[in-house]
């Protein structure tokens, strides 16, 4: 998740951008479970490097399939 996976664009962003929620175990072996919706400064917990513990599965939002185009112009 923290590799940069980069999107398409403004409308399909990187892909943490799509997690709703995840679980992650603390180095005391404490499970928790962080959401979106409820969880203070969700976004800094989730690119964490693993600094705060290991992250054991996710939820994401999906979205519908979508036509990439690539364009290369040369001797411009």
């Not at 005391?28 to 919706?37: E, I, Q, V, Y």
């Not at 917990?45 to 599965?57: A, E």
């Amino acid at each position: 998740m923290i590799t940069a996976t980069h999107g398409s664009g403004h409308k399909y962003k990187v892909l943490t951008s799509r997690v709703t929620e995840f679980d992650l175990v603390l180095p005391d072996g404490t499970l928790k479970t962080l959401n979106a919706l409820s969880t203070a400064n969700f976004g800094h917990y989730l690119i964490n490097f693993g600094g705060l513990g290991v992250i054991t599965s996710m939820t994401m939002a999906l979205v519908p399939r979508f036509m990439v185009n690539k364009s290369i112009y040369q001797d411009l």
